[in-house]
């Protein structure tokens, strides 16, 4: 069974950090791009992260440049969302997803494999 399951969601005081986990099973991890989404109550999900297959490549919205960082371990099939210096403008149910496009994840409407959300709260 194709499954993708986030952890490590909660609360947290503005400025805090936070380390999401993306664990992913039922196919090849390596052959797959993986990027990280989130939705906030009444927007539309968006994309804040995504690290390729092959070389690593990583590439991030504006809104997180320099305060997230995703990285992957394979040997675990997981990747991670490092968060730094939280605002309560992050507060939103944070995704993964897996697209076999492979060298980088497409935009959330043409990815198939998602995993169930994890919600991060940022207090001011």
């Known amino acids: 069974e194709v499954q993708l399951v986030e952890s490590g969601g909660g609360l947290v005081q503005a400025g805090g950090s936070l380390r999401l986990s993306c664990s992913a099973s039922?196919?090849?991890?390596?052959?797959?791009?993986i990027g990280w989404f989130r939705q906030a109550p009444g927007k539309e999900r968006e994309g804040v992260s995504a690290?390729?297959?092959?070389?690593?490549?990583?590439n991030y919205a504006d809104s997180v440049k320099g305060r997230f960082t995703i990285s992957k371990d394979r040997a675990k099939n997981t990747v991670y969302l490092q968060m730094n210096s939280l605002k309560p403008e992050d507060t939103a149910v944070y995704y993964c997803a897996a697209d076999p496009y492979g060298s980088s994840c497409r935009p959330w409407r043409y990815l198939e494999i998602w995993g169930q959300g994890t919600l991060v709260t940022v207090s001011s």
């Open positions: 039922g196919f090849i991890f390596d052959d797959y791009a």
């Open positions: 690290i390729s297959n092959s070389d690593g490549g990583r």
